[in-house]
């Protein structure tokens, strides 16, 4: 079974700059997570989705970041204008669904902003 | 507000010796927790989960967990730590209603090191 795949792996930008990830997530799970890890703290939820709709966002700053998933499968999160506080490892993850299911994650997107 | 607690930054132990990671939550209601390892360069990978019955969950790699209810606890043992072992352990606690924002949350991860 192919696991949840992301990219790019690494990315260098400017302060300012866009910057846009994708997720394909294990095929069935209708679950789908971005998480954003700063180095030496556990993963936090940006977003999920369940199919193409959201569930929560509430901790997605909206004003910079926005994700979508169109048709219930791939995802893209964007960050524009990229902030320094911005980097970050972002993961994304999916599950079935259900709030019992462990989440599948990615190797992750390394995100440095100079 | 939920949470998660790993009160060790870090533990050392001899390759063989017992291993623990200890985990306190915080949630309204029934928790439904899980344990993740992260090693260098990659995603997290799940463990084991506790969602109900059983209060000792076994799970991958010979890891297993006791869930405590009295003391909201659900730390991580190993009878025999090996020296791939070594990685970034994750708690994380979820609640078991079914409401708006209920999300995962992890605690800040314990790395563990075992010293040949």
């Known amino acids: 079974e192919a696991g949840v795949a992301q990219s790019p792996r690494y990315k260098i930008i400017e302060k300012r700059q866009s910057v846009a990830f994708w997720c394909n997530p294990i095929?069935?799970?209708?679950?789908l997570y971005w998480y954003q890890q700063i180095l030496g703290q556990g993963p936090k939820l940006l977003i999920q989705?369940?199919?193409?709709?959201?569930?929560?966002d509430s901790q997605l700053p909206k004003d910079r970041f926005s994700a979508e998933r169109l048709k219930g499968v791939d995802s893209t999160l964007k960050i524009q204008p990229a902030k320094l506080e911005d980097s970050a490892v972002y993961l994304c993850?999916?599950?079935?669904?259900?709030?019992?299911?462990?989440?599948?994650f990615g190797p992750g997107t390394r995100l440095t902003v100079t | 507000a939920q949470s998660v607690a790993q009160p060790e930054d870090q533990v050392n132990v001899a390759e063989g010796n017992p291993l623990t990671v200890k985990c306190t939550y915080s949630?309204?209601?029934?928790?439904?927790l899980f344990w993740y390892v992260q090693y260098p360069n990659r995603g997290l990978q799940f463990l084991l989960k506790?969602?109900?019955?059983?209060?000792l969950v076994k799970g991958s790699y010979g890891f297993e967990a006791e869930f405590n209810k009295s003391q909201t606890s659900f730390h991580l043992k190993k009878p025999s730590a090996l020296v791939s072992d070594s990685a970034l352990y994750f708690c994380?606690?979820?609640?078991?209603?079914?409401?708006?924002?209920?999300?995962?949350?992890f605690g800040g991860g314990t790395r563990v090191l075992v010293k040949p």
């Open positions: 993850a999916s599950s079935l669904a259900g709030g019992d299911a462990e989440q599948y």
């Open positions: 095929s069935g799970h209708a679950t």
């Open positions: 989705f369940q199919n193409n709709g959201v569930v929560d």
């Open positions: 949630v309204s209601g029934n928790p439904y």
């Open positions: 506790y969602i109900t019955g059983d209060n």
């Open positions: 994380a606690v979820r609640a078991s209603i079914k409401a708006a924002g209920n999300k995962l949350t």
